[in-house]
């Protein structure tokens, strides 16, 4: 059986599910799916902001913007459910779901305080919208469906915002609630992202958590296949929308794709492959536009690696924008121990995840995110020496598990990179990335430059696919 996932604009519009819908239908002729469902596209940022309007008591923004999430689901009914019984019916739930939304506005609002715990609240309806207009207009065109609320399943800790999973009870729920669903032959729709503590309270898994809820559903599940949907034709030699001659990768290994998620390509979440790696299950990466692409296929099996090999270095080079890059400068540094452990535990107090770090012996190089950015953060850094900050960032990596024992990839990267200024540059302890770190105007330079270098000869041929906007 598969675990299929489809992500906001693969569900976005009326055409988009509908397409959704047809693949699912395909799907159901071998065996019933579990479908995992995103918000339909900028849903879920317009409930971020909904939930920031709210806190600061901006009510009027908030309803408004409420309004629209409510037009844009009520619209997709109309569009999608020919029944007028359905379509009524239909309409209630999606009236129910927008009165609770802006109920907890007000809630917000009186309080004049936005927790975490509300933060996610409010980010949830984007899921229970999408899969209750997909779950209907499933039933209603004859598939056996059924619409499940993952918070019965998806059992997390009380993190909000960024809530993991208590495996067990999720296995068992599994078991409980969706497997027997599927072995009968019913479909079974729900939401990704989202998740209850177990007394209740609504979670998030994070931004883009979708992925991650499908590769754990799938691991649950066991004797499965996880299918990520997307917009592009599976992971590619890089962004397309940076490189527009950017190739999709056949396939790749759990750790390739581990460490690219990492690094910033946003076609998977990050987290995505930890659960497949541990029951060994492969993931496809497919277009929902472009459902007979072959997209990329991510695995550790041998056979199907073997099939494939090829003599390329890079399989991909990844972008993470929004980062910038503080410089701590210290004599102090010089042959002293304890330094780094100090330095790094201002970091950690702030619960901040550094991205890349360089050193000598008197300074320390490193970038994070600009959002976890702070005055206080530089003040305590202060402590330690100079600081010097620069902003708007951008680190770029190059990633292949035959970098590991490649001679004269550095050189290549940098003649490639001979007009670019490099802020920093880090070799990945893994050993299968090179990254380094150049100013945001840049970017769109540094990885086509790259890309013609490492991928505009026919060295790939076999594991790449042309692009199928060329075809
Ligand atoms: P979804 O809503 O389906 O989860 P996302 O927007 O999260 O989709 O991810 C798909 C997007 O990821 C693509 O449209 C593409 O712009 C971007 N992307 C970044 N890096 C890559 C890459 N290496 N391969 C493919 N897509 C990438
Ligand atoms: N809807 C959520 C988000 O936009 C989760 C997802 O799409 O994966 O972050
Ligand atoms: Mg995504």
New binding site residues.
């Given amino acids: 059986m598969a675990v299929m996932?489809f992500?906001?604009t693969s569900v976005g519009t009326a055409r988009a599910m509908q397409q959704a819908i047809f693949l699912v239908a395909r799907e159901q002729q071998k065996s019933a799916p579990l479908v995992v469902l995103?918000?339909c596209?900028g849903?879920?940022?317009k409930l971020v902001h909904i939930a920031d309007a709210a806190g600061r008591s901006d009510l009027d923004g908030a309803m408004a913007l409420a309004g629209d999430v409510r037009q844009h689901h009520a619209l997709l009914v109309e569009e999608l459910i020919k029944g007028e019984l359905l379509k009524k019916e239909i309409m209630v739930r999606i009236e129910e779901l927008a009165t609770r939304l802006e109920l907890l506005i007000k809630g917000v609002e009186i309080v004049g305080e936005l927790t975490e715990r509300s933060r996610d609240m409010f980010?949830s309806f984007?899921?229970l919208f999408s899969t209750t207009v997909f779950a209907a207009a499933m039933q209603e065109q004859g598939h056996d469906t059924r619409w499940v609320d993952i918070r019965t399943v998806m059992i997390t800790d009380d993190n909000f915002g960024f809530a993991r999973p208590l495996n067990e009870v999720c296995e068992e729920r599994v078991s409980q609630i969706i497997k027997p669903l599927l072995d009968a032959g019913t479909t079974v729709v729900t939401q990704?992202?989202i998740g209850a503590t177990k007394d209740g309270r609504t979670t998030?898994?994070?931004?883009?958590?979708?992925?991650?809820?499908a590769a754990l559903l799938g691991a649950w599940l066991n004797d499965t296949s996880i299918q990520i949907w997307t917009d592009v034709d599976g992971v590619m030699t890089c962004d397309p929308r940076l490189v527009p001659e950017a190739r999709s990768i056949r396939v790749m290994t759990f750790s390739e794709a581990a460490e690219l998620a990492y690094l910033g390509a946003k076609v998977l979440?990050p987290d995505t492959i930890a659960p497949a790696v541990q029951k060994n299950i492969p993931v496809y990466v497919l277009n929902s536009w472009h459902p007979d692409a072959k997209g990329t296929i991510i695995t550790n099996d041998p056979e199907r690696l073997s099939g494939m090999s090829y003599g390329g270095l890079v399989k991909s080079i990844a972008v993470k924008k929004g980062q910038c890059i503080i410089n701590v400068h210290s004599n102090r540094m010089f042959g002293r121990h304890g330094f780094m452990n100090e330095l790094f535990g201002v970091f950690a107090r702030y619960s901040i995840s550094v991205e890349m770090i360089s050193t000598s012996e008197v300074s320390v190089s490193l970038t994070v995110d600009e959002k976890s950015f702070s005055e206080e953060l530089i003040r305590d850094l202060k402590s330690f020496g100079e600081v010097d900050i620069e902003h708007n960032v951008a680190t770029v990596s190059v990633v292949g598990d035959n970098l590991r024992m490649a001679r004269g990839v550095a050189g290549r990267i940098f003649s490639s990179l001979k007009d670019v200024n490099l802020r920093m540059i880090s070799q990945g302890a893994s050993e299968i990335n090179v990254g380094f770190v150049v100013e945001e105007s840049d970017v769109v330079t540094a990885v086509n430059n790259l890309h013609r270098e490492f991928f505009s000869n026919p060295e790939g041929e076999g594991i790449f696919e042309i692009p199928a906007g060329s075809r």
Avoid: M, P, V
């Fill in positions: 996932k992500g906001g995103s918000a596209s849903i879920t940022n980010c984007g899921e990704g992202y998030t898994l994070g931004r883009g958590g979708s992925d991650f809820s979440h």
